[in-house]
């Protein structure tokens, strides 16, 4: 249990680390969604730990995040939280039941569509009291906007975590040989 949460606590750190200094728009005409692979390292910590570790780490980077940059308040902080939360809950859930390649392919799939589908109807209660505009003017941009976002991020996010799951996984199981150069005492 306690290396449960030193290894979740350390991936929310460099999950914090990547959203804080990495990020770009994804999408040139909504400039203002920025792109940050911060789920990445959750998303490890929920297919090698499970979803009660995936959802630790993502409550930790969420408050830490709005703590640290003043970004979304509380708002930022819940939308963060339901965003990442639902995409490595599902995806550590469902790979917890199947551990092999396939299990952890459709466990990110199902958390990509699931996460999509939870912050499209978020987006329409949250974003009218966040910013202070008609729902309408959020429903107009659910499917030409937050929807081809949300897939782009979690497809972006589940891509580099099924290449170097596997790895690191390894690497926290204590199984990838370390390599020490050896020199000759003279």
């Not at 429903?139 to 976002?149: E, R």
């Amino acid at each position: 249990m306690k290396k449960y949460f030193i290894y979740a606590g350390a991936f929310a750190a460099l999950s914090l680390v990547l959203d804080l200094f990495v990020h770009f728009p994804l999408i040139p005409s909504a400039s203002f969604l920025l792109y940050r692979p911060g789920d990445i390292p959750i998303l490890m910590v929920s297919l090698k730990f499970g979803p009660g570790a995936g959802l630790f780490a993502a409550a930790i980077v969420a408050v830490l995040f709005a703590l640290l940059t003043g970004q979304g308040g509380p708002w930022g902080m819940l939308m963060y939280f339901l965003a990442c939360g639902t995409f490595v809950g599902v995806a550590g859930l469902l790979y917890r039941r199947h551990r092999t390649l396939r299990g952890a392919f459709f466990g990110l799939l199902a958390g990509l569509f699931i996460m999509t589908g939870v912050m499209a109807f978020a987006n329409l209660i949250v974003t009218p009291i966040y910013l202070g505009v008609p729902r309408s003017t959020v429903l107009g941009m659910i499917l030409p906007v937050v929807v081809p976002f949300n897939l782009l991020k979690g497809a972006l996010n589940a891509t580099v975590t099924l290449l170097l799951y596997k790895k690191v996984s390894a690497f926290l199981e204590g199984t990838v040989p370390v390599r020490v150069a050896s020199q000759k005492l003279q």
